[in-house]
């Protein structure tokens, strides 16, 4: 990849978004979404101003990063897209990045243990537990739909808590246990650009061809279609 030394990584998983471009194995520059809930609209222009600000042509884009999700259903799908098309035409290699892992990132630096929360529905949220070890985040506990009682039965302690919202922490298993602030469960595409380094350096890219966002449960659309027409068939 000498020849494309240029490296993008897009986060498109919550309310807002980011992009950052690196070359080689430094970050270049952020930019960020302006508006909440547009990545349609501003993702693809947002990383033409980036990399016109740099002076970088897509053909020496050597790797892409993109975080899958869970989180925002337009979003990833946007974020995604985006990604394989610069894949595909721009024959870039492509590596997908769980979100959880993303936002395991944020954790301070002192934080011994921390629990990354998303996608609150019916009290059970997508967790996962990471342990530091050293610059690096290890997961001790792999992803999974839980209860908060579940979790916390299971969390070495001490432990911090990612994710906003957060199920009320039930009564005896608060030991040992803090929770952050909601702008700690804000993904950032600098977190996703680090890690998308780590993949390329240890593992084969994703195939653009299946790669694919990582719903946990089905849309909340489809949730109240099923149930206000389950008993309907397509074409009725």
């Known amino acids: 990849m000498r020849d494309r030394p240029y490296n993008l990584a ?11 471009l690196g070359r080689d194995d430094q970050i270049l520059d952020t930019a960020g979404l302006e508006h909440k809930r547009r990545h349609n609209v501003e993702l693809i222009p947002k990383i033409d101003a980036l990399c016109k600000k740099h002076e970088v042509v897509p053909s020496a884009v050597g790797r892409v990063y993109v975080s899958l999700g869970p989180g925002s259903f337009t979003g990833l799908r946007v974020g995604i897209t985006t990604a ?11 590596y997908g990045i769980p979100t959880l892992d993303v936002l395991a990132q944020n954790a301070p630096s002192d934080a011994a243990h921390v629990a990354v929360c998303l996608n609150l529905k019916r009290d059970t949220v997508h967790s996962a537990v990471y ?14 739909l839980r209860t908060m009682a579940e979790l916390l039965e299971t969390c070495p302690r001490p432990v911090c808590l990612i994710g906003d919202p957060l199920p009320a922490i039930p009564d005896g298993l608060d030991e040992g246990v803090s929770v952050l602030d909601a702008t700690f469960a804000q993904a950032r595409s600098e977190a996703v650009w680090r890690l998308g380094q780590r993949a390329a350096a240890t593992g084969p890219a994703s ?25 309907e068939q397509a074409g009725d």
Not at 84 to 94: E, F, H
Not at 208 to 226: F, G, K, S
């Open 10 to 20: 897009i986060e498109t998983s919550g309310r807002g978004g980011s992009v950052t």
């Open 84 to 94: 394989k098309m610069l894949a595909l035409a721009g024959k870039a290699a492509v």
């Open 131 to 144: 342990r530091r070890d050293g610059e690096d985040m290890t997961a001790v506990l792999e992803p999974g």
């Open 207 to 231: 195939d653009p061809m299946t790669l694919a966002p990582l719903y946990i449960r089905e849309p909340e659309a489809v949730t109240l279609w099923n149930q206000h027409h389950g008993g």
